[in-house]
């Protein structure tokens, strides 16, 4: 039982590169999350999906998208990477929402 | 004691001793709290959780104490080793909400 899985876990990338992160869980949830975090700073949310069909942005979601591609992946996109985009990024899910995440290890990203 | 590094404030016991780990919430609405440990190169894990009709719960020598009135959460570990050493940060929800508000953390290093 992997929990949660991220793909790639470490990038660079130059300015205007795009990527896919991926993210994928195999404990059937509803919900999942896409997060940054930042030194000093406590996760950030970028994009979450409440249900398999239907995404939501949340606190800074400017310069990314997801999808949604089925109960159990759910991708980040970067269309023209930034170097304000460097961060490590966390995919989480929970059963549903409002209930304890379960979090991957990260994709650490560099934008140079 | 506890000082603030440059990033993240670091709190030092020894190994054996009780570690507290404070956290101010923000919004006085918030419902339910949740406690993670972060180790190096991990995402975050779950520790312990508690809901706003509760004062206090236990686990596994963790505890952790609400304090709604003042806006405050603590978790107590008892008998630190040195496995607890990560970065610790509480999040709060309201209201089974998507979104969960990340506290920036607090290094806790444990000394032999």
């Known amino acids: 039982n992997a929990g949660v899985t991220q793909t790639p876990k470490f990038q660079v990338l130059k300015t205007g590169q795009s990527m896919t992160l991926q993210c994928a869980q195999d404990?059937?949830?509803?919900?999942m999350y896409w997060y940054r975090q930042d030194p000093g700073m406590g996760l950030r949310l970028i994009y979450y999906?409440?249900?398999?069909?239907?995404?939501d942005k949340g606190e800074v979601p400017n310069g990314y998208n997801v999808s949604r591609l089925n109960k159990r992946e759910f991708s980040l996109r970067l269309e023209s990477a930034a170097p304000s985009q460097t961060s490590v990024y966390f995919c989480?899910?929970?059963?549903?929402?409002?209930?304890?995440?379960?979090f991957g290890d990260g994709t650490r990203l560099s934008i140079l | 004691g506890e000082s603030v590094g440059l990033h993240l404030p670091t709190l030092s016991v020894q190994e054996g001793d009780n570690s507290i780990i404070n956290c101010a919430y923000s919004?006085?609405?918030?419902?339910?709290f949740i406690w993670y440990k972060q180790e190096s190169g991990k995402g975050p894990q779950f520790i312990i959780d508690i809901r706003s009709n509760m004062d206090k719960r236990q686990g596994q020598r963790v505890t952790v104490l609400l304090n709604k009135t003042v806006k405050h959460l603590s978790l107590q570990i008892a008998a630190t080793q040195p496995g607890d050493s990560a970065v610790y940060f509480c999040?709060?929800?309201?209201?089974?909400?998507?979104?969960?508000?990340f506290g920036p953390g607090t290094r806790l290093s444990v000394l032999p």
């Open positions: 919004n006085s609405a918030s419902d339910y």
């Open positions: 999040a709060e929800n309201r209201n089974y909400g998507q979104n969960f508000v």
């Open positions: 999906s409440a249900s398999e069909g239907t995404t």
């Open positions: 404990m059937n949830h509803n919900s």
């Open positions: 989480a899910s929970s059963e549903n929402s409002g209930q304890p995440q379960h």
